[in-house]
């Protein structure tokens, strides 16, 4: 996606501090914070710098994880999503923006480990191993 004439500075806008202290323990609920969390769902346009590649990302269900991967999506990468099973509600969510960039993606519930082996790969080799499908 090339970037959008008129695109606005995203250091302007977003809400200025202070924001709500309310504390909550791990994991989080996005749902509950204030101000909305922004992973570049409305504000994020890609360039191809990734076209083709595979990107495997660890907690990619919400937080610094969604945003990553639905910035790897918009330059080009399809995705390889990790997540927590309590966390799969999350991660379906996070899974829908990457469609909607038209890229493929996968989920893997569970511990990082089962990713092991796989870093490296050549995208076909990533496909073929089950962890995505063509």
């Not at 806008?13 to 914070?33: F, I, R």
């Amino acid at each position: 996606m090339p970037r959008r004439a008129g695109h606005q500075d995203p250091k302007k806008a977003q809400e200025k501090p202070p924001y709500d202290a309310k504390k909550q323990p791990p994991p989080g609920y996005e749902g509950e914070m204030n101000p909305k969390v922004d992973h570049g769902e409305e504000s994020y346009t890609g360039n191809s710098r990734l076209k083709d590649n595979v990107a495997i990302i660890t907690e990619a269900d919400s937080g610094i994880g969604r945003a990553v991967a639905i910035a790897f999506a918009r330059e080009g990468a399809d995705v390889v999503l990790s997540y927590l099973k309590e966390e799969e509600e999350d991660a379906r969510e996070t899974a829908k923006w990457i469609e909607d960039a038209g890229r493929k993606v996968h989920l893997r519930s569970g511990d990082v480990e089962i990713l092991q082996g796989i870093s490296g790969r050549r995208e076909e080799e990533v496909w073929a191993a089950g962890y995505c499908c063509k």
